[in-house]
């Protein structure tokens, strides 16, 4: 059976949902919705899909199987809102939106019409990540006691000050949940020094299972520079490090001088691709999808990442520990 997708976004990280659901033998992108009429038809018809500029009239027109939304960072909630209201399947980009209002608002909606929701956190996806999470849930590590985490690069300006903690470091809150668990309190210091926006952010964190952790998120970076990502997981028996994403993995074990390395090999240019994650992510969510289930990341993470950095804000405003139990 092939699922009709329809992108709405069809620009920037939107050409990545075309791309991905016009390369699969078991989708068909029927339909892309954006603000330009000339532009948007150009991109449809590269892919002999219907243009539109109205997300009504494409719904009333098209009726597809599975709508995905790739607009910009801080023009999620209304379009968001306006689709779930028709009850067809869902997938949302990362941030949900950057209020929590707006995100409960959603999720009501979400349950009010029975939706499919949901959102892509895709980082969970690469190669070192899964790797880190086996070697986690197989008790590798042993007992978890700290992790580190650092990801930026150049600024994404926008209207929120805290656009980093909100839009980029969503993935750094869902992806130490993924592999430590709860995180029960934060502490946070943030600077603003370089163009108004709290565009670098440091944290202290707590984990339910007695872990603690750092977090260093940062606009103030480069993504050219090498390991602008690295994340390290440190437990009683072994260390794990993840490289930027989908780079390396490397597991080492405690009084052994020898680690054990993953990087992509030479002709393994699906698992080097950052791109790919996507693609990895949307076979769980279309089998999903398929299965009448829920989506293998719920719309609800993108909520719980936004929870996390409002309180990261609530504790750089008050200069004290706040607790993140939901
Ligand atoms: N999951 C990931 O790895 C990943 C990577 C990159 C970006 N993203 C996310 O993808 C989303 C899009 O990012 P981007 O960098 O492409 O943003 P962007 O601001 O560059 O562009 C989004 C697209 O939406 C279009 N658009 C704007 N308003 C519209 C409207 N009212 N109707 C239809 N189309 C409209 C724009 O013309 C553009 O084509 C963001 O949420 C971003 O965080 C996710």
Redesign the pocket.
């Known amino acids: 059976m092939v699922t009709r997708v329809a992108v709405?976004?069809?620009?920037?990280?939107?050409t990545?949902h075309i791309r991905v659901f016009t390369e699969r033998p078991d989708t068909e992108v029927v339909a892309v919705?954006?603000?330009?009429a000339g532009r948007t038809a150009a991109v449809a018809a590269r892919v002999g899909a219907n243009p539109y500029?109205d997300?009504g009239a494409m719904v009333d027109g098209e009726r597809p199987d599975l709508v995905t939304v790739?607009?910009?960072?801080e023009?999620?909630f209304e379009?968001t809102r306006r689709l779930l209201r028709t009850g067809i399947p869902l997938l949302v980009?990362?941030?949900l939106v950057f209020s929590l209002e707006e995100a409960d608002v959603l999720l009501d909606e979400a349950r009010a019409s029975g939706s499919f929701f949901a959102i892509?956190?895709?980082?969970r996806y690469a190669e070192p990540v899964k790797r880190a999470k086996s070697a986690v849930d197989a008790g590798s590590l042993g007992d978890l006691v700290f992790t580190t985490w650092r990801f930026g690069g150049e600024a994404n300006h926008g209207e929120s000050p805290h656009k980093n903690l909100i839009?980029t470091q969503c993935h750094a809150f869902d992806m130490l949940e993924h592999l430590l668990g709860p995180i029960v309190s934060v502490m946070a210091q943030m600077t603003d020094k370089t163009y108004g926006a709290y565009s670098t952010v440091a944290l202290a964190l707590e984990f339910a299972s007695g872990a603690v952790g750092t977090l260093l998120g940062s606009y103030d970076s480069s993504y050219a520079y090498p390991e602008t990502h690295r994340l390290e997981v440190n437990g009683t028996a072994g260390r794990l490090t993840v490289v930027d994403t989908v780079k390396s993995f490397t597991l080492s074990r405690a009084g052994d001088e020898s680690t054990e390395r993953w990087e992509a090999g030479y002709f393994n240019d699906e698992a080097r691709s950052?791109e790919r994650?996507?693609d990895r992510y949307v076979d769980d969510m279309l089998a999903a999808l398929r299965r009448g289930i829920e989506p293998p990341v719920h719309a609800s993470a993108g909520r719980r990442a936004l929870f996390l950095a409002m309180k990261t804000i609530e504790s750089f405003d008050s200069g004290t520990r706040k607790d993140t139990r939901s």
């Open positions: 709405v976004g069809p620009a920037g990280w939107g990545q919705v954006g603000r330009d500029t997300i790739a607009l910009p960072n023009a999620h379009p980009e990362k941030p892509n956190f895709n980082h839009e950052f994650t996507f």
